[in-house]
């Protein structure tokens, strides 16, 4: 991570940190044990600055990657202040059995972070 990235990390260290903890709350009220589905930190993903074409600014975006290189997740923080993230689960819904377990997600502005799971019906 070039020095820039790694400043932009660090001023978002403390609500990356935060983001993750909602990510794993979301994993566990769905019933997928930390151990199960281990949800990575954000120090683990890989970052770059990339240019948001709505207003010219530069965005952290980081994405997690599995041993393969195959993308896990991506986490967002926005020149705005609002910032995105999920990370994949992709497991049949351990309590409700007619739902797959996408990924959870974490979105928010500031020091609000909200999230949930994203559910698909599975086929019949």
């Avoid at 990339?50 to 207003?55: A, F, H, K, T, V």
């Avoid at 041993?67 to 990370?87: N, P, T, V």
């Avoid at 996408?102 to 698909?120: F, I, P």
Wanted: proline share 7%; glycine share 8%; charged share 30%.
């Amino acid at each position: 991570m070039n020095h820039e990235t790694q400043a932009r990390f660090d001023e978002v260290a403390p609500l990356a940190a935060a983001i993750w903890q909602r990510l794993q709350q979301e994993s566990r009220r769905n019933g997928i044990a930390p151990e199960d589905v281990p949800l990575l930190a954000p120090e683990a993903a890989e970052y770059r600055l990339e240019r948001d074409p709505s207003n010219g600014q530069f965005s952290l975006v980081g994405e997690w990657r599995n041993a393969r290189g195959m993308k896990q997740g991506e986490i967002l923080f926005h020149s705005d202040g609002s910032f995105f993230a999920e990370q994949d689960i992709a497991q049949p819904h351990p309590s409700k059995k007619r739902w797959f377990l996408e990924a959870v997600t974490a979105w928010g502005r500031g020091d609000e972070v909200k999230g949930e799971a994203r559910l698909l019906p599975m086929p019949e």
